[in-house]
């Protein structure tokens, strides 16, 4: 392995470490990923000011480190991939639950864009990972639904193109967090309730409530108040604007 | 504030009435879920009401007739839906029902506080070229909001009348009868509409739309709405132009183009566009005033807070049942006082067999009354009181995760709930869960839930003969049950659980002469079951005891009763009994005994009596709803199901209880 893709390795490794400990909105400390990654502390730091010169993370000693878009952005691709790969692991090649975390790790970094999106498709959109069920992070393809990748399954990606705005799933806002309907995965009978009840995309929410043990997510969505059950809340992405 | 102040003459002569017959009209109300609509439908047909199924299918469906002016008016509550497309059973029911029987109006009832939502189904409506008129329905909570919403120009937009309600309080039901009266008689002209699409969508709405009238196909729905349909590309339309190869092949082409033009499927274009119209007509004609926070909206934060919501359901599921019990022991004790004086209750199980049978029938109209009714009407008063206030809704809300654990969702604690009630009417509220599978597990989940007659074995043996306590732990245990069962039938019946989707609509006061005729309506509907397997099935019993035909059965039965649970020899006879009702496990006992039933039962007796009694079995009307609303397959398996479990939990609870009383 060349020292570049050594590096670039690296890089993913510690952004997935950081994406999975602020999830929940909090700051990730040097200590948690020196223990996750099983690293010196003191490279821990290193890494993470070379990280924050890159623009990929927001560094500070004492308050602890969170991602920049830009890292929301790398990480993002990268737990997708993986979580990705533990279903193809676990479903296709009957791979027990405790192997597929370590193997998964070890293929993701090498996983093109073109077989992340096959893989996707074959697996039939799955929206969680087998071994602790969290959630898949959505494609960075311009596609409003999953039901549209399947459509236009013969195009290249290229033509698709890309999103320039990281997405969040509506189980990621906090109360009072304004978001604009970007993807939904599911399929067509989930998405056609979800249009019915007028969340096509475009439009704008607000999270009124978030039910605690994992409960609904009540959303303001065109005047009315919907109660969407975490299954389907969390598949439902969003842009997250100013709140 | 003009009341509604109709006739409702239930009979007409035979003359009058055939004189009348040019001047029958059928309406059918549409509209969105808690809009009114149930409400405009009570305050309109009163009492004269039919409940029933559409035919094949476990969708409820009520008529109703109104006397107006010279008008014998059927009016059809159709059910609750935001959409027209084919994904669920009452979407489908409903727009087959105003294509196919071509309602002479069809009333859009439509909340005015939330406008744009509802305006989404009301383009529907007019897109399938419905007699339509809009009753613009819960104009006070509108006022409250802060909403105002120009009629005039809504008329003018949608191109049918409006006619702004408070159907509560019955404020502008008159009127919106007159206005229907004149749709009907085509007195208004409905203008064709000209609400239109975008361009690119509009223009090939139209092509598909001349290319289906050309074909000819002969179909019920009008050629635009089928257009649309199709770009929709919904199945059922789809099967309807199979034979037309060209609509076929135009309409997927077509479709394709405009998924490549907005980078979207068609369907989803189609329901971005119809919102987009909605949001248009919605915002350009109602203005809002930003109010302070409501009172509602204030209730609203504290029935969903982490803390207070919690309270809050814990104390509307707890007050609710602790409502029902004391109300029903109260008139339950106070009917059978009253109907005791006419003949002894108890079921008679010697003498000549017309008196058994006699006494058997009799036994069962007073089970009846005083089992069922007593507990139904103040348990329905209260569900429909916190079901259309909104906090019912709230309570599933909180509750949605915990179901999720027994693979539903929020929605089916409203049935479980009832079933502590009585689990008849529980397994007809399961409708309101989607799909089949979910309906069929909330429905397992019922038959454990100690219904009122249940509840009279366990404080009749339990609690009289061994203590409050024990009594108290049989509930205790029988949560976990349904919980443990539910689980288990979860992880065993195959198919996807379906996630909850529910509008939570703004808190309203509930007005009390429409709870107390759904309550009416509800529990004549039990009654009409119930009652004729209570009396029929009571003296069944009872005259195959006295015949002593059932005494082989109980002596093949205890090498189970008496071998494997440890209970009397006479154990077999009381479950065949209580099969029927399941109080006739206590009186059937006390029938043989006398009401000394300590001298012949040891308290492990009386525990796993009451066990076995609670869950070994549906009653015979539980089980008749069960095969009605699933099949008797289901119903058996199920009730295979209840007798499994409750072996085999009752020979393990007399094995351990007999170390520990």
Redesign the interface.
């Known amino acids: 392995m060349s020292t570049e893709a050594a590096i670039s390795r690296s890089i993913e490794e510690y952004l997935e470490i950081l994406y999975t400990l602020t999830r929940n909105g909090s700051t990730a400390s040097t200590t948690e990923i020196s223990r996750q990654l099983r690293v010196s502390p003191a490279s821990v730091t290193e890494m993470l000011k070379k990280l924050a010169s890159k623009g990929y993370v927001k560094y500070s000693p004492y308050r602890g480190t969170t991602l920049t878009s830009e890292g929301i952005k790398i990480a993002q691709k990268v737990t997708r991939k993986h979580r990705l790969l533990e279903r193809f692991l676990y479903d296709i090649l009957k791979i027990g639950k405790d192997l597929v975390h370590k193997q998964a790790c070890e293929m993701e970094h090498s996983l093109s864009d073109e077989a992340e999106t096959a893989l996707c498709q074959m697996l039939k959109h799955p929206d969680k990972c087998p071994d602790d069920s969290k959630l898949i992070p959505p494609c960075d393809l ?1 596609f ?2 999953c ?2 990748c399947l ?1 236009r399954r013969g195009e290249h990606l290229e033509e698709v193109g890309k999103r320039n705005q990281n997405l969040f799933s509506i189980t990621d806002l906090k109360e009072h967090d304004i978001g604009k309907v970007t993807m939904i995965r599911g399929d067509r ?10 969340l ?4 704008n929410i607000s999270v009124v ?1 978030v ?6 997510v ?1 959303v303001a969505v ?11 809340a969390s598949n439902v992405f969003v842009e997250v604007l100013e709140n | 504030m003009a009341k509604l102040a109709f006739c409702h003459p239930t009979t007409s002569s035979g003359e009058a009435y055939l004189q009348k017959d040019n001047k029958r009209l059928t309406i059918a109300l549409a509209g969105n879920a808690n809009v009114g609509k149930s409400v405009v439908f009570n305050q309109l047909t009163g009492s004269n009401q039919i409940i029933g199924n559409w035919p094949g299918k476990t969708v409820e469906r009520a008529e109703g007739t109104l006397h107006f002016e010279d008008y014998e008016i059927k009016i059809i509550d159709l059910p609750g839906i ?2 027209f ?1 084919t ?1 669920s059973l009452e979407e489908l029911i409903s727009r087959e029902y105003i294509a196919f029987e071509k309602p002479d109006v069809v009333i859009n009832v439509v909340d005015a506080s ?4 509802n305006l ?1 189904f009301t383009l529907q409506l007019i897109e399938v070229e419905a007699p339509l008129i809009v009753c613009l329905n819960q104009m006070d909570v509108a006022k409250k909001k802060g909403i105002v919403v120009d009629i005039e120009k809504l008329q003018t937009v949608l191109g049918v009348p409006v006619v702004p309600t408070v159907a509560v309080r019955g404020e502008g039901l008159r009127e919106l009868m007159k206005a229907t009266i004149k749709v009907a008689r085509h007195e208004v002209k409905i203008k064709e509409t000209k609400i239109k699409y975008g361009d690119e969508v509009e223009t090939r709405i139209e092509k598909l739309a001349q290319l289906i009238e050309f074909e000819q196909l002969e179909l019920d729905y009008p050629s635009r709405w089928v257009a649309i349909k199709l770009l929709e590309n919904d199945p059922e339309i789809r099967r309807l132009v199979t034979k037309s190869d060209v609509v076929v092949r135009a309409s997927e082409i077509l479709a394709e183009e405009i ?1 490549r033009i907005h ?3 068609c ?2 274009v189609i ?2 566009e119809r ?1 987009f119209l ?2 248009m007509i ?1 915002s350009n004609l109602q203005t809002q005033s930003k109010t302070k926070t409501t009172i509602s909206e204030k209730l609203d934060w504290l029935t ?1 807070h ?1 803390v207070t ?1 919690y309270i809050t359901s814990a104390g509307v599921i707890a007050g609710l049942l602790l409502w029902t019990f004391t109300m029903g022991n109260f008139l339950s004790s106070l009917l059978s006082s009253a109907l005791g004086f006419l003949e002894p209750v108890n079921p008679k199980v010697s003498g000549t067999i017309v008196s058994i049978l006699w006494n058997g029938i009799f036994g069962g109209f007073v089970a009846g009354v005083t089992l069922v009714i007593p507990f139904v009407i103040p348990f329905y008063l209260v569900l429909t009181m916190i079901e259309d206030s909104g906090i019912l ?1 709230r309570v ?3 509750m ?3 179901m ?1 654990k027994i693979g539903l ?2 929605k089916a604690l409203i049935p479980l709930i009832l079933g502590y009630g009585c689990n008849v009417p529980a397994i007809y509220g399961c409708r309101i869960m989607e799909t089949r599978r979910e309906r069929l597990l909330a429905a397992f989940a019922i038959t454990f839930a100690p219904c009122a007659a249940r509840t009279v074995v366990i404080l009749g043996l339990v609690a009289v003969f061994v203590g409050a306590e024990w009594a108290l732990a049989l509930y205790a245990f029988d949560l976990l049950i349904i919980f443990t069962l539910g689980r288990i039938a979860f992880k065993v019946v195959p198919g996807k ?9 703004s808190f309203k006061i509930p007005s009390l002469s429409i709870m107390a005729k759904q309550t009416w309506t509800r529990t004549k509907s039990i009654m009409y079951i119930v009652f004729p397997i209570y009396l029929v099935g009571s003296a069944f019993v009872q005259g195959a005891y006295a015949l002593g035909v059932l005494e082989p059965i109980n002596n093949a039965m205890s090498f189970l009763t008496v071998g494997w649970l440890g209970l009397p020899a006479v154990a077999g006879i009381l479950l065949l009994f209580g099969a029927v009702r399941k109080e006739l496990i206590l009186l059937g006992l006390v029938a043989i005994y006398g009401t000394n039933l300590a001298l012949f039962l040891t308290p492990v007796q009386f525990i796993v009596l009451a066990l076995i009694g609670m869950m070994y079995i549906p009653c015979v009307s539980t089980t008749v709803i069960l095969a009605k609303e699933f099949g008797w397959k289901a119903a058996t398996v199920i009730s295979m199901a209840n007798f499994a479990s409750a072996m085999f939990i009752g020979g393990v609870a007399f094995r351990l209880l007999a170390l520990i009383v």
């Open positions: 311009q409003s639904s039901e549209e459509e009978k989930v998405l056609q309730r979800l249009l019915d009840m007028g096509t995309p475009g439009t409530r039910a605690p043990l994992t409960g609904p009540e065109r005047g009315s108040k919907l109660a969407l059950g975490r299954n389907i | 935001y959409s497309s994904f939330v406008l744009e939502r989404f998924a980078k979207e499927p369907y989803a329901a971005s919102y909605a949001n919605a969903t982490k919501g809704t599933a809300f909180m949605d995760s915990a999720h969702h929020g659980s379906t996630g909850l989707i529910m509008e939570m609509h």
